[in-house]
């Protein structure tokens, strides 16, 4: 079993940064894959970035590119989420979650076992 826990949501201004941050415990190596999910008040849940533990590799949805930015701490085992210039659209909840082994939906609900229990981020106008 992985626990996720997130932090670093808070109130922030349109244009300002946060950073958060989900540290994966509970079990011995590191998952294969972690990312951010978002869900905005009335809307479903949205994939918003990942990262694969060993290449490094990300993703990004389209929404995000050029001002999010994912990145992870192997020796922390703790993934972090850079987000600067947002923009009030960026309100939600966000999601940390984790994938036990590489798979084709990493930009997908399904592709990820383990779940954070939210963080709340909002930005105002």
């Known amino acids: 079993q992985v626990q996720l826990v997130e932090s670093g949501g808070g109130l922030v201004q349109a244009g300002g940064s946060l950073r958060l941050s989900c540290a994966a415990s509970?079990?011995?190596?590191?998952?294969?894959?972690m990312g951010w999910f978002r869900q905005a008040p009335g809307k479903e849940r949205e994939f918003a970035t990942a990262i694969t533990w060993s290449g490094g590799r990300t993703f990004y949805q389209d929404s995000v590119k050029g001002r999010f930015t994912i990145s992870r701490d192997n020796t922390k085992n703790t993934v972090y989420l850079q987000m600067n210039s947002l923009k009030p659209e960026d309100t939600a909840v966000y999601y940390c979650?984790?994938?036990?082994?590489?798979?084709?939906?990493?930009?997908?609900?399904?592709?990820?076992?383990?779940w954070g229990q939210g963080t709340q981020v909002t930005v105002s106008s």
């Open positions: 979650a984790a994938a036990d082994r590489y798979n084709s939906a990493t930009m997908r609900e399904a592709g990820y076992t383990y």
């Open positions: 509970g079990r011995t190596g590191a998952p294969a894959t």
